[in-house]
């Protein structure tokens, strides 16, 4: 079976429109092109329930979770609380995040950056061969950073370890409204039901109208499908095939 | 009581990473500017059960609901049917949309096409006088389009209606790294517990290491936390206020 993944956002700055999230997107992108399958993305405020909920829900629900945001000193950096809650364990400081601190920071060290030595108990710490500070991982749970260079750079540290079987993609733009596809569609899904076909209406494009999406981790299948969804669409109709 | 809102984008182009979402950003940019408080963004796929769960806890959980997404002629359109289940419902075809349909594609009009004039039984349509097309509110549930340009033409033609309270916000740039800044921080939530703080580290900014938001809908309140931050923070630690 291929691997789902959930993403958490963790931010009252999202929800409120301060900031634009850019790590969902970029998660999705990576993952898809591993062949892991994004089930569900949250966006949720910097609250210790909420966040035990959204944690615990996605943990039970997807092979791998991925949480961004809310790591770090500061009051509203609850992430690992919620985590701990979200697996009923307590929250500890692991002793080598206290000797990387320590080493970073020297005399300077804080109570404050201490807080960034916290885990949920019997968490694990990822990726660190490569980079300054490892990554936190809670039974499936990946806890991520929110800034958006950090993250990237944590998530590729550690990509390798969600490869999966590819999804296969095909597009194909063409001349016809949705309205008028429709039913090519729906008789395409009746000979393919296993594909994965979107319907993406451009009202700014002169070149097309329409991109059609067909997709499977099986690529015969794949173009089967477009074959047949070639033969069937008027002559004219097709733009081009990506 | 000041309003909460729920957004539900619904695609399995978002969740597969060949877009971006554009829709969430810009409507908790324009909530929170009407005094709207977004409790939850959900990205869930094109699946009739997801949706219509989702749509469900949304619409218990929070005043007003957004849908963004999954309507249109299309197999992958079903963001309707799911809204119906969810609510209890059965799909109809609304009269006033069947009208505007007919007047719109003339003898050319389709069952695909007819498809957009389903709505949840007894929703009701709303921002028709300036738009071509009206919205559906079903219950607490406003049922936008996923292509930007519409769906914010839609909730700018109904976006009164969700007017509350104001937030005001002060921003105060610092040059204090957050591990440094967390204890004045901490203090400040002391004496001025129903602040909304925000800290939000910039590591590639050379003016400033922190962006820290003073958030109230007390203008009097923020006033007072603003100037006791100001007062404790170190004299040089500030680099401006906006």
């Known amino acids: 079976m291929p691997k789902t993944a959930g993403i958490i956002l963790i931010g009252n700055e999202i929800l409120s429109g301060k900031i634009a999230d850019a790590n969902a997107a970029y998660l999705c992108r990576a993952l898809r092109a591993l062949g ?23 943990s039970r629900d997807h092979d791998v979770v991925f949480s961004s945001g809310g790591v770090g000193p500061t009051h509203d950096d609850v992430t690992i609380e919620g985590a701990a809650r979200a697996l009923g364990v307590a929250v500890v400081r692991h002793p080598a995040l206290v000797a990387l601190l320590s080493q970073y920071y020297g005399d300077k060290l804080t109570d404050a950056h201490l807080k960034m030595a916290e885990v949920p108990e019997g968490a694990e710490l990822i990726g660190g061969e ?26 590729e540290a550690i990509r390798e370890r969600f490869r999966d079987q590819p999804f296969h ?12 596809l429709a039913d090519y569609l729906n008789g395409l899904l009746r000979d393919f039901p296993a594909l994965l076909l979107g319907s993406y209406p451009e ?20 173009e089967e499908a477009l074959d047949a969804l070639l033969a069937r669409l ?4 097709v733009v081009k095939v990506t």
């Open 36 to 58: 892991v399958d994004v089930r569900r993305i949250s966006v949720i405020p910097d609250e210790v329930e909420t966040i035990a909920a959204e944690i615990a829900a996605h």
């Open 234 to 237: 008027p002559g004219d109709a």
């Open 130 to 155: 490569s980079l300054r500070f490892p990554t936190i991982l809670m039974r499936n749970v990946y806890i991520l950073p929110g800034v958006p260079e950090i993250f990237r750079q944590k998530f």
């Open 203 to 222: 009202f700014s494009n002169p070149e097309y109208r329409v991109k059609v999406t067909l997709e499977s981790r099986d690529p015969t299948y794949l």
């Open 169 to 180: 993609l095909k597009n194909v733009f063409v001349r016809l409204a949705e309205g008028s």
